[in-house]
Nanobody, 124 residues
């Protein structure tokens, strides 16, 4: 059983930066592909970025490419999402998920574990 805890969210002005962290415990973090999703009220949780457990390859949704960077530190059992040039439309609750899949999965169904989420609010 893997327990995930996100942190680092908050209120930031448009154009600013935030780094989210996802701390894992209770399992071997390196055995999981990790991803960040986000959700706004009334909408489904959407994929943002993911990083493979096999080779560290990454995948981003088009709207965040060039602005967000996903990374992981297996020694610290922690994943990160560096978010730069933030826009008001990035406002959401951000969740990290862990999947046993070898590649990054863009849908929520293949993720075995989720954190509780952290709110990111970008003001214009």
């Amino acid at each position: 059983q893997v327990h995930l805890v996100e942190s680092g969210g908050g209120l930031v002005q448009a154009g600013g930066s935030v780094r989210l962290s996802c701390a894992a415990s209770g399992g071997t973090f390196s055995r999981y592909t990790m991803a960040w999703f986000r959700q706004t009220p009334g909408k489904d949780r959407e994929f943002v970025a993911g990083i493979s457990r096999i080779d560290g390859s990454t995948h981003y949704t088009r709207s965040v490419k060039g602005r967000f960077t996903i990374s992981r530190d297996n020694a610290k059992n922690t994943g990160y999402l560096q978010m730069n040039s933030l826009k008001p439309e990035d406002t959401a609750v951000y969740y990290c998920g862990a999947s046993s899949a070898e590649v990054v999965i863009l849908t929520t169904g293949r993720y075995d574990y989720w954190g509780q989420g952290t709110q990111v609010t970008v003001s214009s």
